[in-house]
């Protein structure tokens, strides 16, 4: 049996002694998942609500190089379970550029016009998550 306790300073993992990293590290990453998927969701209704669109699917993965995606074709919404980690602001302008995308499929003058009708700080949004680090690769325990 396995618990995950936040701390004020820390994610304390308990797991059973001999637990493999492999396993430790599959228990971390289900439990940043559960929370971005808890987070966005509150965030993508309210943003679907503002902007007049409606998402298909809505996924969370572990992404390399994105902090998300959307297909307008599909509507399917893609976040990288690493904005878990990241201030909630950053997480809200992701979903808000990536359903913008249901209106506008290019990165033109009028998806930034959109943008900056309903989230007027989204370039600030947009510099802090650029600053913060894409992921946490090594991790002590």
Not at 36 to 57: C, D, H, M, S, Y
Request: aromatic share 8%; with cysteine; proline share 5%.
């Amino acid at each position: 049996m396995s618990a995950l306790l936040l701390t004020p300073g820390a994610l304390v993992l308990g797991v059973r002694p001999g637990t493999s990293e492999e396993k430790r590290q599959a228990i971390i990453a289900g439990w940043y998942r559960r929370q971005l998927k808890e987070a966005a969701t509150g965030l993508i209704a309210r943003w679907e609500a503002i902007l007049g669109v409606q998402a298909g699917r809505v996924f969370v993965q572990r992404m390399k190089t994105r902090w998300g995606s959307c297909n307008p074709d599909s509507r399917a919404i893609r976040l990288n379970t690493e904005l878990a980690k990241k201030p909630v602001q950053c997480l809200e302008y992701i979903v808000a550029h990536e359903l913008t995308h249901l209106l506008e499929r290019h990165h033109n003058a009028r998806f930034k016009t959109l943008l900056d009708a309903h989230l007027p700080q989204w370039p600030q949004y947009r510099d802090l998550l650029n600053r913060l680090p894409l992921a946490h690769e090594a991790w002590g325990y």
